[in-house]
Every structure is written in C-alpha cells, then in structure tokens.
C-alpha cells in the first residue's frame, strides 16, 4: 500500500508570494490533517479535514489555509508569505480515530 | 490540551535497551498514550500506544503506571536506526480530536 505523499518535496519562494502544498493520503483514508514544524517551535497543528470538510483548526493565521477534494486528497495554501513560515510542512492521513500516517514533508524557504 | 513531560535527550548503545520516561499528570480517563518518533529527515511514524494496560509490538513495550500519571517506551535491543525524536503524546478518543499535540520530545542518540 503506498504512504502519504507530498508534493513537492522543497521550495523556494519570497516574501509576499503566495504557495500551494499537495497532499495524498493513503487510499482508504479520509481524515487529512497538516501541520507545520519549525525549529523554534517543534510541530505544530495547523488544521484537519475529513469528508471535504474542515473539522479542526489550530492557532495560524487566516493565511493559512487548506481544502480537500472528493477523493480526499487535500492541498494547502499560505498566502503573503513571510520569512517566519519557512518550515517543514507535514500531511498525515488516518482512517477517523485512528493511527496518524505522516507524509515526509513539503519543505518551504521564503527569502 | 494535556501536556505531557519529556527529557530532552537521552544516549544510548547499541543493542542495549533503552527506556524513555513520560510524565503525564493531568491525564483524563479517556486519554489514550500515543508515542511517534521522528528520523532525521523524516515525517513522523507511530510507535505505539495504549490506555491502562502494558502493551507489546514490534517496534517496542509500552509500561504504563497504575495511576497512569508517567508511562515508558522501551525499546528491547536499540539499533542505529533508532536514533530519532521521541513523542509522548495524549490523545482523547473515541470522538476525540485527529489533532496531535506534539511536545518537543526526547532526542535519542544510539552509540554504536
């Protein structure tokens, strides 16, 4: 069975851009959720979807912002980057109330 | 969201055992014990968990307190590719958040 996937794996963009991450559960899963990691403060929840629909969100700017499509892939988007979301952003997919399958990560440079 | 305490480093050799503390005071009846681990360059994977009673796989052993306020991973006989970022993490369920509250863990080294 394939893992999560992510893409893409690195990128770089600069201050004010705008980013789109892609995220592909494992097939079955419907609950995707993302967070960010970065080294000043560790891995941090970002939101959840199940079904299409948002069932969680952490404390992030509306910047951040996420949608899943009917085949439960997901995609997330920050827009007017700043340097201070340079970070490792993960996907991980579950069944509901399940174990959480991370994905190896999107990593983001904003210069 | 309820926290859970862990040291920041611990060393270790080679195919010796290896326990990592968890301490988890303020632990509700229905929260469940969860540990991930990180490799370097790697998104998390999940180790194991559990709820009162002690609990076996193949990747580790899970020892839980009686009163449930600390738990321990062990890892039998460590490899070098053990050497990761350790989670502790306390989940609700069921019908309880898919959000994870991930702690700044215990960084694991292996000696070969």
């Known amino acids: 069975k394939a893992g999560v996937t992510q893409t893409p794996r690195y990128l770089i963009k600069t201050r004010g851009q705008q980013v789109t991450l892609s995220c592909s559960p494992i097939?079955?899963?419907?609950?995707v959720s993302w967070y960010q990691q970065t080294p000043g403060q560790g891995l941090q929840f970002l939101f959840e979807?199940?079904?299409?629909?948002?069932?969680n969100k952490g404390n992030f700017p509306g910047r951040f912002s996420g949608r899943q499509f009917s085949n439960s892939r997901s995609e997330m988007n920050v827009s007017t980057l700043e340097l201070g979301d340079s970070a490792l952003y993960l996907c991980?997919?579950?069944?509901?109330?399940?174990?959480?399958?991370f994905g190896p990560g999107t990593r983001l440079l904003v210069l | 969201d309820a926290k859970t305490t862990q040291p920041n480093s611990m060393e270790s050799n080679e195919e010796e055992p290896v326990h990592l503390p968890c301490n988890h005071s303020?632990?509700?009846?229905?929260?469940?014990i969860h540990w991930y681990r990180q490799l370097p360059s790697q998104g998390p994977e999940y180790v194991i968990h559990?709820?009162?009673s002690n609990v076996n796989n193949r990747m580790a052993s899970l020892a839980i307190a009686e009163d449930r306020k600390s738990s321990t991973l062990i890892l039998h006989r460590a490899t070098l590719r053990d050497a990761a970022v350790y989670y502790c993490?306390?989940?609700?369920?069921?019908?309880?958040?898919?959000?994870?509250?991930f702690g700044k863990g215990t960084k694991l080294t292996v000696n070969p």
């Open positions: 991980a997919s579950s069944r509901s109330q399940e174990t959480q399958y």
């Open positions: 097939s079955g899963h419907r609950s």
């Open positions: 993490i306390l989940r609700d369920r069921p019908g309880g958040s898919e959000k994870l509250v």
């Open positions: 979807y199940f079904s299409e629909t948002q069932r």
């Open positions: 559990g709820l009162t």
């Open positions: 303020t632990i509700s009846g229905t929260d469940y």
